[in-house]
C-alpha cells in the first residue's frame, strides 16, 4: 500500500514536470531576469553591462513620457471598463428578454469579440478618416466641423478608448447573459407579488445577484487594459505627442525602437506590479471559488 | 430557459416592449455598423468606397489585388501551423499538469499550484522583452515556434481542466484501476473523454486567442515564412498600400473570416465555450 502511495507521488510531479519546465523557461524565468536587468545598464557597443542600482527607477520618475503612459492608461481603464461593462449590463438584460430580433441583435454585439484586434482597429482607422471616413460624412450631414479624431491629441485617446470599448462589450455581455439566466424565475414572482417595480427588482435583486460576475468581468477587464495594444500600434503609434501612450507600448517602443533593454526591463516591472495588484483580487476571489468545492 | 423567462412577471409589455425593441435593436445596427462599412468597401469598387450608392456594381477585385499583392496564403498556412502547434501542445501540457492537481497528492502541491497560477498575473503577453531574449539565445527567432513556446504550458488550461477532472467520479477511477489499467491509462481512457465538451470550449477559446494574437507575433517574426495572419496583415497595410482602402479592408476581412465564418455557423457553441471557459 506505502509503495503504491509513493509510486503516485512520483507520478503526480512526473505528469506536472512538462507544464513546470515550460512555465520556468518563459514566465519564472524572464520574471526573475526583468527583474535582475532593471538594475543593470543596457548593454552599448563599447560599455558592456554593469550594476546601477535603482537608476533606470529614478530615470522613469524623472520621465515625463513614463507618467504621460500611466496616465493615460489610467483614464483609458478608468473610461472604457464601466462603460463597456455597463453597456455589457445592458446588452445582456435586452437579450435575455423574449424581444423579437433577440438572435439577431446578440449576434451584433457579440461580432466584434471575434475579430482580431488589429482588424478592429483597421475598421476603425477607416471609420476615423478625415474627410472620408464614415464619421466625417456622418457629421458634416448635420453640419459638424471637420475633425481629425486621431491625428489630434484632444480626441485619439477617447477615439482608442471607444475601440476598445466596442470590442469587448460583447464579450461581457455573454458573461452578464449567462448569470442573468441561473437567476431564478420565482424570485421574479415573489418580487411582484410584492409590487416591486421593474427598476426596483433590477436594483434590489438583479443586481446584487449579478455581483460576482461583476467582479469577474472588471478584473478581466483591467488585465486587458493594461496588456493590449495591438490598436494603438495599427492606429496611433502612441501619438501625437504621447496622447495615445500606453505602458506597454512604451515598453515595447523602448524595448524594440530604441534598444534600451535596461530601462524595458524597469518599465516592465512597473507594469507587472500594476498586473500582480490587480490579480492579487482575483487570485483571493479564485481561490475562495476552489475552496468550496 | 427562455420560456421560463417570457413568463416572467417583468418582461416588457406593451409600450414598455417597443421602446426596448427600439433601442436594442438600435444599438445593434451602431454596434455592427463599422464592420457593415468595411464589407461594402471591400466588395465595392474604390470609387464607392466613401460613396454610397444603391447602384454601385458588387467586386470580388479587391480580394483578388490583395490576395495577389502579398503572400496571404503563406501567412494563413502560417497562423494554421501556429494554432494547431499551440493547441495541440497546450492540450499535452496542460491535461498531464491537471491530472496530477486533481487526483495525486504529492510533496508540494500546494506550492506547486499557486506557482502555476502565478502566470495568470506574469504574463507571456507582458513579457516580450525578456522572452525575446531567450528566443534569441535559443536561436530560434523569426519562427514559428518562437511565438508558440511562451504560450505552450497555459495556468489557465491546467485550471480549467483540473475543475473538469475533479467532477469527475472517484467510483469510475477506482473501477479502472481495479482492472488493471495503469495511472496513465485511466487518464486517457476514463477522465480524457469525459472532459471532452471542456476540451472544445478549450479549443476554441485558444484557436482564436492565437488566430487573434498580434504583439509578440509581430516583434518575434521577421520574414513571410513565419509571419501569422495578423502581422501579414499589420506589414500589408502599413507598406505602400497608400490609402487604398477597398484592398486594405478586403485583407482585414479575409484576415478575420476564418473565425468569422465559424462563428456564423457555430454561433451557439461559440458563446458557450467562451462562457463554459471564462466562468469556471
Known amino acids: ?293 | 430557459m427562455s420560456a421560463l423567462a417570457s413568463r416572467s412577471p417583468y418582461a416588457p409589455k406593451g409600450g414598455g416592449l417597443f421602446a426596448e425593441v427600439a433601442a436594442s435593436w438600435l444599438l445593434a445596427i451602431f454596434w455592427i455598423l463599422p464592420l457593415v462599412y468595411a464589407v461594402w468597401t471591400a466588395f465595392h469598387p474604390a470609387e464607392f468606397s466613401t460613396r454610397f450608392a444603391m447602384d454601385a456594381p458588387l467586386t470580388l477585385d479587391n480580394f483578388r489585388r490583395a490576395w495577389a499583392a502579398a503572400p496571404f496564403a503563406r501567412y494563413f498556412f502560417n497562423s494554421v501551423i501556429l494554432v494547431a502547434l499551440v493547441f495541440g501542445a497546450q492540450v499535452i501540457l496542460c491535461t498531464l499538469a491537471a491530472y496530477a492537481f486533481a487526483r495525486h497528492e504529492f510533496f508540494g502541491k500546494g506550492i506547486a499550484f499557486a506557482l502555476v497560477l502565478l502566470q495568470l498575473m506574469i504574463m507571456p503577453d507582458v513579457l516580450v522583452v525578456e522572452n525575446y531574449r531567450t528566443m534569441s539565445t535559443l536561436g530560434i527567432l523569426d519562427s514559428i515556434p518562437a511565438i508558440a513556446l511562451p504560450y505552450v504550458a497555459s495556468a489557465f488550461g491546467i485550471f480549467l481542466l483540473r475543475q473538469t477532472f475533479k467532477t469527475v467520479p472517484k467510483e469510475l477511477d477506482d473501477a479502472a484501476r481495479l482492472e488493471g489499467a495503469s495511472d496513465f491509462q485511466v487518464l486517457l481512457k476514463v477522465y480524457v473523454p469525459l472532459a471532452k465538451p471542456v476540451y472544445v470550449a478549450y479549443g476554441l477559446v485558444s484557436v482564436s486567442y492565437h488566430w487573434n494574437n498580434f504583439l509578440w507575433p509581430l516583434i518575434v517574426t521577421n520574414s513571410v515564412e513565419s509571419r501569422p495572419a495578423t502581422v501579414g496583415l499589420q506589414v500589408f497595410s502599413s507598406g505602400d498600400q497608400g490609402v487604398d482602402w477597398a484592398i486594405i479592408s478586403a485583407a482585414t476581412l479575409m484576415t478575420s473570416a476564418p473565425l468569422l465564418i465559424a462563428f456564423l455557423i457555430f454561433q451557439r457553441q461559440f458563446v458557450q465555450s467562451f462562457m463554459r471557459a471564462g466562468i469556471r
Open chain 1, 1 to 293: 500500500m506505502k509503495r503504491v502511495r509513493i509510486a503516485r507521488q512520483i507520478n503526480g510531479w512526473l505528469f506536472l514536470l512538462p507544464a513546470i519546465c515550460f512555465l520556468t523557461l518563459f514566465t519564472y524565468w524572464p520574471a526573475a531576469k526583468t527583474l535582475v536587468e532593471s538594475f543593470y545598464s543596457t548593454a552599448r557597443p563599447r560599455r558592456p553591462t554593469h550594476f546601477i542600482g535603482v537608476d533606470q527607477y529614478r530615470q522613469l520618475i524623472d520621465d515625463p513620457v513614463f507618467w504621460q503612459a500611466l496616465m493615460n492608461n489610467a483614464w483609458y481603464a478608468l473610461i472604457s471598463i464601466p462603460v463597456a461593462t455597463g453597456i455589457a449590463l445592458l446588452m445582456a438584460i435586452w437579450v435575455n428578454d423574449r424581444i423579437p430580433g433577440r438572435a439577431l441583435a446578440r449576434m451584433a454585439y457579440f461580432t466584434p469579440t471575434v475579430l482580431p484586434m488589429i482588424a478592429v482597429a483597421n475598421i476603425w482607422l477607416f471609420f476615423y478618416t478625415p474627410q472620408y471616413g464614415l464619421l466625417e460624412q456622418a457629421l458634416s450631414l448635420f453640419g459638424g466641423p471637420p475633425h481629425n479624431w486621431l491625428g489630434s491629441s484632444s480626441s485619439a485617446l477617447a477615439a482608442v478608448t471607444i475601440v476598445a470599448i466596442w470590442k469587448e462589450a460583447g464579450f461581457f455581455m455573454i458573461f452578464y447573459l449567462a448569470a442573468l439566466q441561473q437567476i431564478s424565475p420565482s424570485l421574479a414572482e415573489a418580487a411582484a407579488l410584492e409590487g416591486a417595480s421593474r427598476w426596483h427588482f433590477f436594483r434590489r435583486i438583479q443586481f446584487p445577484l449579478l455581483m460576482p460576475t461583476t467582479l469577474f468581468v472588471l478584473i478581466n477587464a483591467i488585465i486587458n487594459a493594461f496588456r493590449t495594444v495591438d490598436h494603438i500600434i495599427v492606429m496611433t503609434r502612441g501619438g501625437p505627442d504621447n496622447s495615445t501612450m500606453l505602458l506597454l507600448y512604451y515598453v515595447y517602443q523602448v524595448g524594440f525602437g530604441f534598444w534600451d533593454t535596461g530601462y524595458a526591463a524597469a518599465l516592465t516591472m512597473i507594469l507587472l506590479a500594476l498586473l500582480a495588484a490587480v490579480s492579487s483580487v482575483q487570485y483571493g476571489w479564485l481561490d475562495r471559488r476552489v475552496h468550496y468545492q
